[in-house]
């Protein structure tokens, strides 16, 4: 399971920014693919979920409405199309890959048990 982030950068408070997380070595429509984030001396935190097959998703309340996550399996790329961003987005955000599908625990929304992760690309939001 191998995932690459890119599209980071240094962007201002109320701009957008996209996200994307190329995949491979697994069977992209077997796994949920998750974006996550942490901040300096903070927990690492779920910000979105999607489906495999790209027809389910669930955002973090922190997100709703600002954040955006998307697939396309024939490339078995994830995307975050991050809208309207604040200065408490800045952190390093991570893609990760985990072999079943989300039914609600809230134990995915903590990284527990994922089968890969991506190196991670730094977002800094500036005020």
């Known amino acids: 399971v191998q995932l ?3 599209g980071g950068g240094l962007v201002q408070a109320g701009e957008s ?3 994307s997380c190329a995949t491979s070595g697994f069977s992209f429509a077997d796994y949920t693919i998750g974006w ?3 901040a300096p001396g903070k927990e690492r935190e779920g910000v979105a979920l999607i489906s ?3 027809d389910t998703t669930y955002y973090d309340d ?3 409405g600002r954040f955006t996550i998307s697939s396309d399996a024939a490339k078995s790329m994830v ?4 809208n309207n961003v604040k200065p ?3 952190a390093v955000y991570y893609c990760a890959a985990k072999l079943a599908a989300y039914n609600g625990p809230h134990y995915w929304w903590l990284g527990i048990d994922y089968d890969g992760w991506g190196q991670g690309t730094q977002v800094t939001v500036s005020s």
Do not use: A, P
Not at 79 to 82: E, K, P
């Open 4 to 6: 690459v982030e890119s």
């Open 88 to 90: 408490e987005d800045t």
């Open 52 to 54: 495999g097959v790209g």
């Open 62 to 64: 922190s997100v709703k």
């Open 79 to 82: 995307y975050l199309q991050m």
């Open 36 to 38: 996550f984030r942490q």
């Open 17 to 19: 920014l996209r996200l």
